[in-house]
């Protein structure tokens, strides 16, 4: 098999000392590379592919409206795709009377949203609002707007003089946090007093932790929760849908399992199943109103904003989910899957915890079952089962730093919703021989 690695060639990547092997074709939940060996796209790339790979309906889709008009300036003109994209999600929303900003990625998307959430208080005539409070070990982007508002510590130092850092407070995290959700939820309004409630323009936080803790649900009491408190200081709820919207969990939106509404909502990995990088931002239609009266146009955008090939994409999509019952599947698979994990790896010395919704479970791994203890971030656990999973054929998501920022591993499981219970049976057996023998008993 022929590996690439940097320096190889002209292109560099953000991982630059380890091998990667050139991809020939994908085909469901499975890519292959050039030498003929299979892969299991565990992490759905990373949980990104949710209708899974070479699906000729939507390169159709895709190239039918590439035909017609690859690019329009959203400026200038609309199309029909995202036109027709936008009514069919204001019915999976849960927003009323939404409407929609189309940008290329879940970087662009929150910078999007927090920007959005200040108009909207100036409109509102709350010109001083203009703290966005976010969480600790959260992470909602690598744009420095998008840094501001998360909360892993080796993604923001570098830029810490280059950002605008803002207000920060404990996430729902049952396994490490002890306290209720209404417990946790009450460090938010411990933060909005703290700096002045005509400060703070709204609250952003992923409805279950994606990247940065690994899966991680909170309470059922924290939503609820955090609603009446963004309500009762006016403050605005932005539910980043990046990662666990678009299904994963097991309903369209991960905020959905608490019948909480969000004032804003962003999302886009899934949006376009990974054929065309693509995100939204949805908001009221009364609160853009209110910017289109108070200040005439909303301040920000994007040169491939509303992008007619991209939003084809996600039209056809969306439809292959309707149709092939996909949310449905990730409910009753999700929950076969977690006990899955639990079985085979629950009694684990080294497993801590299996926690997870729908088809998106993390595993998170310490030195100690009783006191929690972390592996040191040196020891580099998480990477190297990542890398022995890779071996075996199997993708799966890393993360590390989860128990303090710096030190704790998770691996993470999400792939394309279209999985069946057989490949979920090896997928769990090959994450669980990959962990027994990174950590033999």
Known sequence: MTTYKHPHGHVFYRKMSHARPKISYGEGIYLFDESGKRYIDGSGGPLVVNVGHGRSEIVAAMTEQAQKAAYVHAIMFTNDATEQLSNELAELVPLDNPRFF??????????????????????????????????????????????GVS????????????MVNMPHVRPPYPYRFEGSGEELAGRLEESILAYGPETVAAFIAEPISGASLGAVVPPDDYWPAVRRICDKYGV??????????????????????????????????????GYFPLGFIAAKTEDVELIRQKLGDWNHGGTFSHHPVGCAAA?????????EELVQNAAVLGEKLGQMLQDTLGHHPNVGEVRGRGLFWGIELVQDKASKEPFPASRHLAWDIWQRAFDKGLIVYYSQGCADGQNGDVIMLGPPLTVNEAQLVEMTRLVAEAIWEELPV
Not at 106 to 112: I, L, Q
Not at 151 to 162: H, K, Q, S
């Open 315 to 323: 039209l056809a999509t969306l439809h292959i989910m309707q149709q």
């Open 102 to 147: 189309y940008l290329s990625s879940g970087s662009e998307v929150v910078e999007g949203a927090i920007k959005l959430a200040r108009q909207i208080q100036q409109a509102r005539g709350q010109a001083t609002r203009d703290l966005i409070t976010c969480r600790s070990l959260s992470y909602h982007g690598m744009t420095l707007g998008a840094l």
């Open 151 to 162: 909360g892993r510590p080796g993604l923001r130092t570098p830029y810490m003089g280059m």
């Open 236 to 273: 605005l709820l932005i539910a980043d849908e990046v990662l666990v919207g678009m299904g994963r969990t097991g309903k369209w939106w991960g905020i959905d399992h608490w019948q909480v509404q969000p004032d804003i909502m962003v999302t886009s990995k899934g949006l376009a199943g």
